[in-house]
Structures are given as structure tokens and as C-alpha cells.
């Protein structure tokens, strides 16, 4: 029995990622900040989405100190990452913070006036939907889902943990002078700690936006104007956006936006639906029914003419 197929065209809705990232000097002589926003390989043959990889380095130790630190670890997960992993991606993530914190570190070492720099580092890769996210430091990774805006990201300041701790309140810790002497960084210590960095997972919806920033941003720019921006404007304009306002806004400390766009996107879709199909080859239930009794018919009426009505 053979079956006839025929194709049906339809849409599915899916998403594809859109990026963009400003970094600048701002509030300073010199910009200690690094922004990175890349399409990387997944190495899966069949990678269901695109790649990227994000990532904010907020460097320490005076110039030149600062942004050689943030260099070196930018570079280090850069070239570590440039092949996203089919497998485990938090865990290639903590082993390319390892080697980071060893460069930093061993670059300090290797140099006296560079000795105790480090950096803050954020950093997601985006396969498709999925993020993983990593941070050390008081840089921060931010979703804003609707009208809704959250903070991924757990500071590694002494204020944040006293937050954490119900010591003293969010408001006020936003207010407080100890709000920058970080807890962790990259390169001030010959190991990073064990449980570093911190891992975060997210699957992204068609609009959502994933934001990655310095504190010389996010210190000036308050929550409204974080969502309208991202919100109203593609990912290069709206991280544009975020610096220009931040300078506006008095920051007076590098200012970097890295900006992820998840846009719904409808794409053409071909089903093939098998029809059944008689011995025939193709010939519908009822056409044959019908055939196959005008047969019988014409039988009735030859054996009639030739054998005779019955007397």
C-alpha cells in the first residue's frame, strides 16, 4: 500500500540573540574597564542557536596596573571560551577562571609595581536560549524580563555580605562608603577559592534582555532608566545609552555596558502529513467504493442480456 504525502507550511516561534557593548573612561583619565560581546563555536556539529560569548572586566590597582589585570583575565576566558563546550559549560567557566586568577596573579609577580592588582569578572556564555552565567568581583549581570528587572549576579563586597546577613539594609548599603572594597577578585591570590566563581543558569525568553555592567554604571544610573533603555533600544544603542547616561549622571568611575537581546523571531516551518492510501495507489475510500459498484451494475445488466430474465 503506498502513502501519498503533502506538505503543510506554517511558522514556529523561536528567538535569535543580538549583542552590543560600550566601554569608556568616563568618570577617569583612563579607562581600567574591559567590554567584551563575541560570537564564539559551540563545539556541538548541531548547535541549536547562536553562541556568544559577554563578558565585563572592572580592573583595580591604579593605572597601568588596573587595566593590565582586566586585560589578561578578559584575554584568558576569551581564548578559553572561544569554543563553548557541549558538555558542562559552569564547569569550563570555573576552569577558565582558574587559569585567569594564575595569569593575573603570575603577571604581578612577575613585575613589583604590579604586584597585589586584580579584576572583577562577569562573564556569560549564551548558547541559543540557555545562559551560564560567572562573577567574581562587584561587576554585575542583570535580566530584565518584562517590566521586571533582577539583579543574577551576588556582589563580593563586605556591604553585600552584611546584606546577605541582615546587618544592614539594601538602602543603605547603597549609600555606604564600603560599598566598593571587594571580598574577591581575580589575581590578588595565588588560588581562587574553591568555590569561585559564582554560577548562574537562565533560560531566556523571546525579550528578554541580559545586562552586564561595571559599578561605575550601575552606581549612577538608577533601575528606571535601566529598564527604559534597554527595553526601547537594540542592544548597541541601548549599551551607548547606559555609558552616555552614566556620564551624565556624574559616575565617577569607568562606566561599561554589555547588552544581550533575545528577539522573538518567527521562522517558516514545512510539515509533511502522510495521507492513507487504498491498494490503488492514491485512490480515496469513497471514489473506490463507488467505481467498484458501477462494476457490479454493468455485471448485472450483461448477465441479463445474456442469460435471460428469469420466466
Known amino acids: 500500500m503506498s502513502v501519498p504525502a503533502t506538505a503543510k507550511e506554517s511558522t514556529l516561534e523561536t528567538l535569535r540573540l543580538s549583542v552590543g557593548a560600550v566601554s569608556d573612561a568616563a568618570g577617569r583619565s583612563d579607562n581600567q574597564d574591559v567590554a567584551i560581546a563575541v560570537p564564539v563555536r559551540h563545539e556541538s556539529a548541531a548547535g541549536d542557536g547562536d553562541d556568544f560569548l559577554l563578558l565585563v572586566a572592572d580592573g583595580m590597582g591604579g593605572h597601568p596596573s588596573g ?9 584568558t576566558v576569551k581564548e578559553d571560551l572561544a569554543v563553548v563546550p557541549a558538555g558542562d559549560v559552569g564547569l569550563a567557566l570555573k576552569q577558565a577562571y582558574r587559569r585567569a586568577n594564575d595569569a593575573v596573579f603570575q603577571a604581578g609577580q612577575d613585575e613589583p609595581t604590579h604586584a597585589g592588582m586584580g579584576t572583577t569578572l562577569t562573564t556569560a556564555v549564551l548558547h541559543g536560549k540557555y545562559a551560564t552565567i560567572a562573577n567574581v568581583g562587584d561587576s554585575r549581570a ?6 521586571g528587572l533582577t539583579q543574577v549576579t551576588q556582589d563580593h563586597t563586605v556591604v553585600a555580605d552584611e546584606v546577605a546577613q541582615g546587618r544592614i539594609s539594601a538602602d543603605n548599603a547603597r549609600r555606604d562608603p564600603r ?28 525579550g528578554d534582555r541580559l ?12 533601575e528606571d532608566d535601566l529598564r527604559r533603555l534597554l527595553r526601547d533600544l537594540n542592544p548597541g544603542v541601548a549599551a551607548q545609552g547606559l555609558v552616555a547616561l552614566a556620564k551624565e549622571r556624574g559616575t565617577r568611575d569607568n562606566a561599561t555596558a554589555v547588552v544581550a537581546a533575545a528577539i522573538p523571531t518567527r521562522v517558516p516551518v514545512t510539515t509533511v502529513i502522510a495521507t492513507p492510501a487504498g491498494r490503488t495507489g492514491g485512490v480515496p475510500g469513497t471514489a473506490l467504493a463507488i467505481a467498484v459498484g458501477i462494476l457490479l451494475v454493468l455485471l448485472l445488466i450483461i448477465a441479463v442480456v445474456v442469460l435471460g430474465l428469469p420466466r
Do not use: K, M, W
Open 67 to 75: 587595566d593590565l589585570a582586566s586585560r589578561i583575565a578578559a584575554d
Open 142 to 147: 542583570y535580566l530584565l524580563r518584562g517590566q
Open 179 to 206: 560599598r566598593n572594597r571587594l571580598t574577591h577578585a581575580i589575581g590578588t591570590h595565588p588560588r581562587l577559592e574553591s568555590r569561585l566563581p559564582n554560577i548562574y543558569e537562565l533560560v531566556l525568553l523571546p
Open 211 to 222: 545586562f552586564l555592567c561595571s559599578d561605575g554604571l550601575y552606581e549612577a544610573v538608577d
